[in-house]
Structures are given as structure tokens and as C-alpha cells.
């Protein structure tokens, strides 16, 4: 299991999600129709990978500015807040912030704080980072304060996937610099680096992955990882078929084997590897049942040593883990409504009930009760 687990994240104005607390366990999986609010949860992770970086402005940028991230714009919510707290077995940290609308449709911090609390100790320490800063002071604050440090730290280990691009143009397919190695990029962009330095400093692991990948898709046998004889400092994703010498280059795989690929490498890299936190959107995106069934025990071992968050739209997926690790998200009316005769719709996260489905779960699998709407996570009106 991870060193430093994230117990609980509460957030407030960020896209759908309009006040949220959310407890989290080893594996947490999310559930629910289309736009209820899965991929807005995922995507507050993914902001949080940018300030860490001190790409906020980016990322703000990117999503289309302020007005767009704040919950039915910055006119009905002036701010995002967000508390995510950490325990591990000797104290509890955590990391609090307010980003406000501020002008050229931007965010910045009018609030930035990092606290630590260890039990027997007579009071939690906090340290305020200031305020009115558009990038985050986690970095800077860390060279003078070991309690930030560590925060940062655990931060920069909280990692958001998504592989879903596999066009023509994606980075995957193309050639990557050789010496990209030190981890696997959020796009697997650099898959091949990573494979390669995985396959002549890691064996055992590189070897997992290819026979973890040959299950799955028995016409595969091995990836071949050669530099470019044109240029050594490249490296492409290149792979062979059982008794053939024939060499298939990364234009030859298809979305889902490509997908399973970066998947299978993610979840069994070296455990010092790992991130603290894995969170990854529709992994099953292209996917044979099989593979998805494969891909399930693939999270299961990792979540050995790593935390993980999936949000899904398979049933199958959701089938091979436990209901008490479902988290299903719906749109709901606020009620009541902050102006009269204007409606609101805001994501609601509850996890499973066990005891209350303990019946329902003798003759139905979650998948199936997802199907029949027993539960949450349906279409909402």
C-alpha cells in the first residue's frame, strides 16, 4: 500500500462538482451516466498535476479559462476550494488552497496552505504559502520548510492517465528521445524509452509485461526496442510475431492493444516507480472483456503499493472489484436554488452501501445492478 494514502478530498465550485467531501480507499472506482461528473473529478486531479508544476495558468488556458471551471461560471461561484488530506501510519498531512476568478478570465491563489499533524504532538502545525500568487509556492516555500517539502512531495506522486489518444499523430506512435526513461509519461508518449530501459535494468518487470500482453493478444511475442541505426538517440515502439522475423512498427497496433500496452506498463512497473496515486479515465476504452478482466488484476497488484482512482463506463470492469470500493456519481438539483426559477445541477458522490445491497448482491453482480438502476451512477434528467 501506499506510504501516504489520500483519505479524503473535499472540493467546492470546480466545474459540476459544487461541495463534495469524498473519502477514498486502496482502490476507489467511480461510476455513473455520461456527464455526471466522473471525468470532472479526474480532471481536478489533472489541474492539481499542472499546479504542482506551476502550470495552473496553463492549464487554466487550456480548459478554456476561469469561467469554465468554476461551477456555472465565475458570475453564480467566485471560487474553487479544495482540501485534500493525506494519513500515513505516523501522521496526517494536508493540502488546502482558494483559487479566485481573477481578471483576463484567470485563477489565482487566495489561499495556499500546507499542514502537518502527528499524533501525541500537542497541536497540528500550518504554514500559509501567502496570496495573490497565479502559480503555487509549494516549491519555493520547500527549500526553507521540510513540512511543505514533504507535502510537495507527496503531491508530485499523485499522477493522472489518460491514454485515449492513439490518432495517427500521437505521441505513442511516433519516436521519442531515448534518454525519456525516468518514468512513463500521463500519454505514454514515451513508451518505448520506457520499455527500453525497463527491458536491459529491470528484466523481471519488462518480462511481466510481455507476458501479461501475450495473454492478452496471443499473436504478440516481444516488443523489439532498438535505437534508430539513423539516429541512436531515438527509439520507436516496434514488436514481433511469435516465429517471425518480421518487425511491426507502432503504426501497426491497433487502439485497444496499444491502450493495453501503456496500461500493462503503468501497473506493473518497478513498485519504487509507482506513483503515491494512479488515477486513470475510461481505461477500458477499446478494450476485449478479456483484457478488461486482465487489466482489473493489474490494479488489484498495484494497489499494493499505490492508491488508485478509475472512472468507467464498463460494467464488466466494475464487476471485478468490490462494491465497498464503487463510488457512484449522479447530477442532482440543488435544492434549494440559489435564484429563484434558475435550476442548478450538482455531482453527488456516495459510495456503495454493502449492508443495504446485501440481498441485491446474492443473485446480482454491481454490474448488473448498475444495468437495473438499483443503484446510482444512472442518466440523470
Not at 334 to 355: I, K, Q, T, Y
Request: net charge negative; glycine share 6%.
Amino acid at each position: 500500500m501506499a506510504k501516504n494514502i489520500l483519505s479524503n478530498i473535499k472540493l467546492k465550485g470546480f466545474t459540476s462538482i459544487r461541495d463534495a467531501s469524498i473519502d477514498l480507499e486502496p482502490v476507489n472506482v467511480l461510476i455513473g451516466g455520461n456527464a455526471a461528473g466522473k471525468s470532472n473529478l479526474v480532471s481536478f486531479f489533472k489541474m492539481l498535476a499542472f499546479t504542482v508544476t506551476e502550470g495552473l495558468q496553463l492549464f487554466v488556458g487550456r480548459a478554456g479559462g476561469a469561467n469554465s471551471l468554476l461551477f456555472y461560471g465565475s458570475k453564480h461561484t467566485p471560487q474553487i476550494e479544495a482540501t485534500l488530506t493525506f494519513q500515513s501510519e505516523a501522521a496526517e498531512d494536508t493540502y488546502r488552497f482558494r483559487l479566485v476568478s481573477a481578471a483576463e478570465d484567470t485563477l489565482v491563489f487566495a489561499e495556499e496552505r500546507v499542514g502537518y499533524h502527528r499524533p501525541g504532538f500537542p497541536a497540528p502545525k500550518e504554514v500559509s504559502l501567502d496570496a495573490g500568487h497565479k502559480e503555487t509556492k509549494l516549491n519555493s516555500f520547500a527549500e526553507s520548510d521540510q513540512t511543505v517539502e514533504v507535502v510537495r512531495n507527496i503531491l508530485s506522486r499523485c499522477k493522472f492517465f489518460q491514454f485515449h489518444d492513439t490518432s495517427a499523430e500521437a505521441n505513442i506512435r511516433g519516436k521519442c528521445q531515448i534518454e525519456q526513461n525516468q518514468f512513463l509519461y500521463k500519454d505514454a508518449g514515451n513508451l518505448a524509452a520506457y520499455l527500453y530501459t525497463l527491458k536491459h535494468r529491470k528484466k523481471a518487470y519488462y518480462q511481466r509485461i510481455v507476458e501479461t500482453v501475450s495473454d492478452v493478444v496471443p499473436q504478440f511475442d516481444d516488443f523489439y526496442l532498438e535505437p534508430d541505426r539513423m539516429n541512436e538517440n531515438v527509439i520507436s515502439l516496434r514488436w514481433q510475431e511469435p516465429g517471425s522475423d518480421y518487425l511491426f512498427g507502432p503504426h501497426q497496433l491497433s487502439d485497444g492493444l496499444l491502450r493495453f500496452m501503456a496500461l500493462t506498463t503503468l501497473l506493473f512497473q518497478p513498485e519504487e516507480d509507482l506513483p503515491n496515486l494512479i488515477v486513470i479515465d475510461e481505461p477500458e476504452l477499446g478494450l476485449h472483456p478479456y483484457a478488461i478482466r486482465v487489466l482489473a488484476g493489474l490494479v488489484r497488484k498495484a494497489a499494493r503499493h499505490s492508491q488508485v482512482i478509475l472512472a468507467t463506463q464498463s460494467a464488466t470492469l466494475v464487476n471485478e472489484f468490490d462494491p465497498g470500493e464503487i463510488i457512484t456519481v449522479d447530477r442532482e438539483k440543488v435544492e434549494p436554488p440559489r435564484s429563484p426559477g434558475e435550476d442548478e445541477w450538482e455531482s453527488v458522490f456516495r459510495r456503495l452501501d454493502v449492508d443495504a445491497l446485501q440481498e441485491w448482491l446474492e443473485e446480482y453482480t454491481v454490474g448488473e445492478l448498475w444495468e437495473k438502476s438499483v443503484i446510482g451512477g444512472r442518466p440523470s434528467r
